[in-house]
């Protein structure tokens, strides 16, 4: 059974920097493609990045271009999402996900589709203030 459970969420201003934690049980997190997704009130969920299974290439919303750094934590079985220079547009509830599929070759439209992941955490809220 594959778990994905996030964590580093909450509150903080604008231009600070958080740490989200997306710790898999279940499967090593270098086994599939893993992605963090992100719902605001009101909106529909959105691809925030994603890292694809094989090697180390990986996507980001243009929204958190040069911002947001997703990277794997292989002792710690974890996907990290660091993010810098926050707005208060990037408030919104952060998803952990992951898929049961070993696509051949990378797809930015594979990979950004909430659809195609088949694990989801929980959420964590983070809060930006102006």
């Known amino acids: 059974q594959v778990r994905l459970a996030e964590s580093g969420g909450g509150m903080a201003q604008s231009g600070d920097s958080l740490k989200l934690s997306c710790v898999v049980s279940?499967?090593?997190?270098?086994?599939?493609?893993m992605a963090w997704f992100r719902q605001a009130p009101g909106k529909e969920r959105e691809i925030v990045a994603a890292m694809w299974w094989r090697g180390s290439t990986t996507y980001y919303a243009d929204s958190v271009k040069g911002r947001f750094n997703i990277a794997r934590d292989r002792p710690k079985n974890a996907l990290d999402l660091q993010m810098n220079s926050l707005k208060p547009e990037d408030t919104a509830v952060y998803y952990c996900a992951t898929d049961t599929e070993h696509p051949t070759n990378f797809k930015i439209v594979y990979v950004t589709e909430a659809q195609n992941y088949d694990y989801w955490g929980q959420g964590t809220q983070v809060t930006i203030s102006a």
């Open positions: 279940g499967r090593p997190v270098t086994s599939y493609t």
